[in-house]
Nanobody, 118 residues
């Protein structure tokens, strides 16, 4: 399985962006897809995940109520809708998948940069 993320960019405070992550290859074995982010000088942190069947969406406390995770299984694509963005959301966002690995994320896409200006 390979992952490719799209959708980053520059947005003003209060704005919205939607990130996409398209999976290719043996997507039959994908258990869940997650989003992580890493801000400059900080460790990577969990943002959200959803099972590939579409159930059990989970968002971190820092984004709950502002972000929404979803997936379109027919398109092999996961989405992270980000609303009410603020400068603290500035980071490189990564999508990741658990492929025949239980709860562990073992496949990672390239990052996409999200910059929120004040």
């Amino acid at each position: 399985v390979q992952l490719q993320a799209f959708g980053g960019g520059l947005v003003q405070t209060g704005g919205s962006l939607r990130l996409s992550c398209t999976a290719s290859g043996s997507t039959y074995y994908v258990f869940k897809m997650g989003w992580f982010r890493q801000a400059p000088g900080k460790e990577r942190e969990f943002v959200a995940h959803i099972t590939w069947t579409g159930g059990s969406p989970l968002l971190s406390d820092s984004v709950r109520g502002r972000f929404r995770i979803s997936r379109d299984k027919a398109k092999n694509t996961g989405y992270l809708q980000m609303n009410s963005l603020n400068p603290e959301d500035t980071a490189v966002y990564y999508c990741a998948a658990s492929v025949r690995a239980g709860n562990m994320y073992n496949v990672w896409g390239q990052g996409t940069l999200v910059t929120v200006s004040s």
